[in-house]
């Protein structure tokens, strides 16, 4: 298993920037891909960006394409999304997920972690 801890939501600016960290325990991070995902009031959860355990194949959604982007440090167990170019519709809970390698589904996530964009 593996547990998850987000940090870096807040209240910005549109046009500004956050970056988002996840922090995961266990010794096996390697062995999962990683997800970021959120979900406006109202709205479904969505995937945002995903990377790889090798960090080889990443996702954008294409509403964050060329204004998001997800990295990985396997030797520190953290995956983040650094966000710019901040829009009022990114406003929304966003989430840390691990999907198991051998899997097809996100089964672990943190708690989340609350992006406000005002206009």
């Known amino acids: 298993q593996v547990q998850l801890v987000e940090s870096g939501g807040g209240l910005v600016q549109a046009g500004g920037s956050l970056r988002l960290s996840c922090a995961a325990s266990g010794r096996t991070f390697s062995s999962y891909s990683m997800g970021w995902f959120r979900q406006a009031p109202g709205k479904e959860r969505e995937r945002v960006a995903s990377?790889?355990?090798?960090?080889?194949?990443?996702y954008y959604a294409d509403s964050v394409k060329g204004r998001f982007t997800i990295s990985r440090d396997n030797a520190k167990n953290t995956v983040s999304l650094q966000m710019n170019s901040l829009k009022p519709e990114d406003t929304a809970v966003y989430y840390c997920?691990?999907?198991?390698?051998?899997?097809?589904?996100?089964?672990?996530w943190g708690q989340g972690t609350q992006v406000t964009v005002s206009s």
């Open positions: 997920a691990a999907r198991p390698n051998t899997k097809y589904e996100f089964d672990y």
């Open positions: 990377i790889s355990w090798n960090v080889v194949s990443t």
